[in-house]
């Protein structure tokens, strides 16, 4: 609801409403609404804070309670927020749910100019559980070691209403652990290991970090770095004759090398080969 407060001035206005992105698509800018239908926004959101009328300004906060983003559902959201002129600054942003924890310090949003620029410093994704990501109305339970501690994500540029623009850097860290019932390298490739002899132990990284650049809407591998299985007794490393990435719809293409500090090295011609979705990978020998 929007109510006029004595305690603003002039033509002031409270404003508490739900925010259902979908149907405010005829009142957005073409650059956002393209940027809403990509990320899946619907319901769950509210905005409170106060309007001015007079150069039509929004100073409030946003927030969010088992919302609606992609094709999964979030337990919250909260972030404050700006407008005025078609241009928006959220600050003190952060998303937590049992599958991750976001954070964003500060961010801004441009739809004066067309499209929807969008520009920050530093933003972060902790603790992402893909198999815990729920989709609306379910909720998984824990069935994998397989944990992306952090993502960094640094001076992220471009326009939302073209994902393939946006540019930017940052780094993935990982922690995994080694089990057969769990962990997907077993899923076709456990009858291989065992008729080769192979200790299953050297094929799982448990620790790691993947460095990447955005472009071409997609998350570009350049490096794995301080990779290694169990007890480091295996060092892996990306093959860099194929690219290695994850693009903005979840698909992963990520081809792996590895060398081992044990006697038999002939397993360092394999190539551990990661494709599917974040939500369902799948990892082959080849």
């Known amino acids: 609801m929007i109510l006029p407060s004595s305690e603003l001035q002039g033509s002031d206005f409270k404003l508490e409403a739900g925010l259902n992105l979908q149907k405010m ?3 957005l800018a073409p650059g956002a609404v393209e940027f ?12 409170a804070g106060s309007i001015t009328t007079e150069g039509l300004s929004f100073e409030g906060i946003i927030k969010g309670t088992d919302f609606d983003f992609l094709d999964y559902s979030l ?3 909260f972030g404050k927020l700006y407008y005025q002129d078609g241009k928006v600054t959220l600050s003190d942003f952060s998303v937590a749910d049992r599958a991750l924890i976001v954070n964003c ?42 944990m992306l501690e952090k993502i960094d994500f640094q001076n992220v540029h471009g326009d939302l209403a073209d994902l393939d623009s946006l540019q930017g850097s940052g780094y993935i860290s990982f922690v995994n652990s080694f089990d057969t019932e769990t962990n997907p390298v077993f ?5 291989i290991i065992g008729r080769i002899g192979l200790d299953p132990v050297l094929m799982v990284p448990v620790v790691g970090r993947l460095d990447f650049q955005l472009g071409g809407g997609k998350m570009n591998f350049t490096k794995m770095v301080d990779t290694y299985s169990d007890q480091q007794r295996s060092y892996f490393f990306l093959w860099h004759k194929t690219p290695s990435y994850i693009d903005f719809d ?5 081809d792996i090398r590895m060398k081992q500090y044990v006697l ?7 190539i551990i080969s990661v494709d599917g ?4 990978p799948q990892v082959h020998l080849k």
């Not at 979705?277 to 369902?280: A, D, L, P, S, V």
Request: hydrophobic share 40%.
């Open 25 to 27: 698509k005829p009142l």
């Open 36 to 47: 809403v239908e990509r990320m899946g926004f619907c319901k769950g959101l509210e905005v």
């Open 264 to 270: 038999f090295k002939f397993t360092e011609l394999f």
């Open 105 to 146: 310090p500060l961010a801004f949003f441009d739809t004066s100019v067309g499209g929807c620029l969008f520009d920050t410093k530093k933003f972060e994704v902790e603790s992402l559980r893909p198999c815990l990501l729920s989709s609306k109305g379910e909720r998984k339970k824990l069935s994998s070691p397989f």
């Open 250 to 254: 979840g698909n992963v293409n990520i």
């Open 75 to 77: 337990a919250s959201l």
């Open 277 to 280: 979705t974040i939500g369902n």
């Open 187 to 191: 899923g076709m490739a456990k009858e």
